[in-house]
């Protein structure tokens, strides 16, 4: 079992930025995968950017292409999701997940991930 914790969520400006932070521990290798999902108040959870652990492949939301960039630190057993040009349609809680091993696309929908963070809030104001 994978256990994640999400950190780095705060108030800040459209047009600003932040980075948030995926610390994982337990059992992941470089055969997982691991995402963002974010979730909006009345809203479904929907997937914003994920890769495969041992890197090579990402992808990404629509809505957030060229504004976001998910990153993986080894050696900190750490994903990142750095955010630029936020917007306030970009506030949500976002949450940090994990599934594996033997994966070889990166999953796009929840249900396909079996390790969830407990989620960090990021509120954008106009």
Not at 11 to 35: E, H, P, W
Not at 59 to 69: H, I, L, P
Request: net charge positive; hydrophobic share 35%; with cysteine.
């Amino acid at each position: 079992q994978v256990q994640l914790v999400e950190s780095g969520g705060g108030l800040v400006q459209a047009g600003g930025s932040l980075r948030l932070s995926c610390a994982a521990s337990g059992r992941i290798s470089s055969t997982y995968a691991v995402a963002w999902f974010r979730q909006a108040p009345g809203k479904e959870r929907e997937f914003v950017a994920g890769m495969l652990w041992r890197g090579g492949s990402t992808s990404y939301a629509d809505s957030v292409k060229g504004r976001f960039t998910i990153s993986r630190d080894n050696a900190k057993n750490t994903v990142h999701l750095q955010m630029n040009s936020l917007k306030p349609e970009d506030t949500a809680v976002y949450y940090c997940a994990a599934d594996g091993p033997l994966r070889i696309r990166v999953p796009l929908t929840e249900v396909e991930y079996h390790s969830w963070g407990q989620g960090t809030q990021v509120t954008v104001s106009s």
